[in-house]
């Protein structure tokens, strides 16, 4: 997975983290969240405040 595998990202993060209210993470945490998942395999650089809100949104519409 890279950053710009959203759709994807949250769907892991959702199963990775069931109990997290995404609304509620900050994006440090959720950067080093998504780097920890498996299968990820991407640049921190290639990370920013954009890509962190998509993820974030997403997580929050598949929470739902």
């Not at 993060?13 to 998942?37: G, Q, Y």
């Not at 299968?39 to 962190?52: Q, W």
């Amino acid at each position: 997975m890279k950053w710009t595998d959203i759709s994807d990202i949250a769907i892991e993060l959702v199963e990775a983290h069931p109990d997290v209210d995404p609304t509620r993470v900050n994006f440090v945490d959720l950067m080093n969240w998504v780097r920890a998942l498996p299968g990820f395999d991407d640049d921190p650089k290639h990370c920013g405040e954009k890509i962190l809100e998509a993820i974030q949104a997403a997580w929050i519409e598949e929470k739902e």
